[in-house]
């Protein structure tokens, strides 16, 4: 088992930057791929962006691609999201994930956070 926490979210204006993290503890967490997930009221969840055990390699959604980076601190057992120029449809609940490698589909994750709003106001 994998446990993921995650904090950092809020409420910020248009343009502002919010750094979300997720803390994990159980197994190993340099065994597992990690991935940001978002979900709006009333919407599906999607893929915002994933990164491989070393955080050698990342990969980010189209909508945030430029704007949103993810990475890890294996030594802290952290991953990270930092949000530059927020827009207000960034606004959703954002989840962590752990997965055996590298993935945008939301099935393929193991362990979920229990998520962090975000808000974004124009």
């Known amino acids: 088992q994998v446990q993921l926490v995650e904090s950092g979210g809020g409420s910020v204006q248009a343009g502002g930057s919010l750094r979300l993290s997720c803390a994990a503890s159980?197994?190993?967490?340099?065994?597992?791929?990690m991935g940001w997930f978002r979900q709006a009221p009333g919407k599906e969840r999607e893929f915002v962006a994933t990164?491989?055990?070393?955080?050698?390699?990342?990969y980010s959604a189209d909508s945030v691609k430029g704007r949103f980076t993810i990475s890890r601190d294996n030594a802290q057992n952290t991953v990270y999201l930092q949000m530059n120029s927020l827009k207000p449809e960034d606004t959703a609940d954002y989840y962590c994930?752990?997965?055996?490698?590298?993935?945008?589909?939301?099935?393929?994750?193991?362990?979920w956070g229990q998520g962090t709003q975000v808000t974004v106001s124009s």
């Open positions: 990164i491989n055990w070393s955080g050698g390699m990342a």
């Open positions: 159980g197994r190993t967490f340099r065994n597992y791929a």
């Open positions: 994930a752990a997965a055996v490698t590298t993935t945008t589909k939301k099935n393929d994750y193991l362990y």
